[in-house]
């Protein structure tokens, strides 16, 4: 029904920055919650950021004030802006969604390489 698809991730220094996008399609993503996850090597998936349809936003304590997501709906994508990248925030990412009548993200994109360099 919905796919989506991440892109944008690469190789950076630390203290870069990087964008990433999700592309949305089948559905339109405008009344869904979006959110991003990452997960490093050995490690369980971890929570990054989410927005909800009015535009509410929240973050993990480890990304908040360095990292930003946004949507817009005419282009049916979401961003995570990732400023004052650290080797710790190598991962590979991973976009969600989920419906307004679900308490949890039904969709996912295949993930998108990130890779901070000390």
């Known amino acids: 029904q919905v796919q989506l698809v991440e892109s944008g991730g690469g190789l950076v220094q630390a203290g870069g920055s990087l964008r990433l996008s999700c592309a949305g399609s089948?559905?339109?993503?405008?009344?869904?919650?979006m959110g991003w996850f990452r997960q490093a090597p050995g490690k369980q998936r971890e929570f990054v950021a989410v927005?909800?349809?009015?535009?509410?936003?929240n973050y993990a304590g480890s990304v908040k004030g360095r990292f930003t997501i946004s949507r817009d709906n005419a282009k049916n994508t979401v961003f995570l802006q990732m400023n004052s990248l650290k080797p710790e925030d190598t991962a590979v990412y991973y976009c969600?969604?989920?419906?307004?009548?679900?308490?949890?993200?039904?969709?996912w994109g295949q993930g998108t390489q990130v890779t901070v360099s000390s």
């Open positions: 927005i909800a349809s009015g535009g509410y936003t």
């Open positions: 969600a969604a989920s419906t307004p009548i679900s308490t949890t993200f039904d969709y």
């Open positions: 089948g559905r339109t993503l405008s009344s869904y919650t």
